[in-house]
């Protein structure tokens, strides 16, 4: 079982950035693929980010490209989403998932994804 916990949300003037953890429990980073999903009012969820550890490979959406990062820390066991230039249209709150080995469809499914965080919201004003 993989608990996730997220932080580092809140309320940022556009243009501006956040970082957001999503700390792991009970399984390490690298033998498992992470995501990103934001949900805004009225919306539904939509993928932001995914990561396979053990490859290196990251899968950005379009939208987000060359203004959201993903990193790790291994001996904290944390990954970190570094989001910069922040556009109103970013908000939203944000959930970290770690991916179902059984799965084996598009990492941008919802469905892909076993274990998930609480949320964090993320507030951008314009």
């Known amino acids: 079982q993989v608990q996730l916990v997220e932080s580092g949300g809140g309320l940022v003037q556009a243009g501006g950035s956040l970082r957001l953890s999503c700390a792991a429990s009970g399984r390490t980073f690298s033998n498992i693929a992470m995501g990103w999903f934001r949900q805004a009012p009225g919306n539904e969820r939509e993928f932001v980010v995914a990561?396979?550890?053990?490859?290196?490979?990251?899968y950005y959406t379009d939208s987000v490209k060359g203004r959201f990062a993903i990193s790790r820390d291994n001996a904290k066991n944390t990954e970190y989403l570094q989001m910069n230039s922040l556009k109103p249209e970013d908000t939203g709150v944000y959930y970290c998932?770690?991916?179902?080995?059984?799965?084996?469809?598009?990492?941008?499914?919802?469905?892909?994804?076993?274990?998930w965080g609480q949320g964090t919201q993320v507030t951008v004003s314009s």
């Open positions: 990561v396979n550890w053990s490859s290196g490979r990251t």
């Open positions: 998932a770690a991916r179902s080995r059984s799965y084996s469809g598009d990492y941008e499914r919802i469905e892909g994804y076993e274990y």
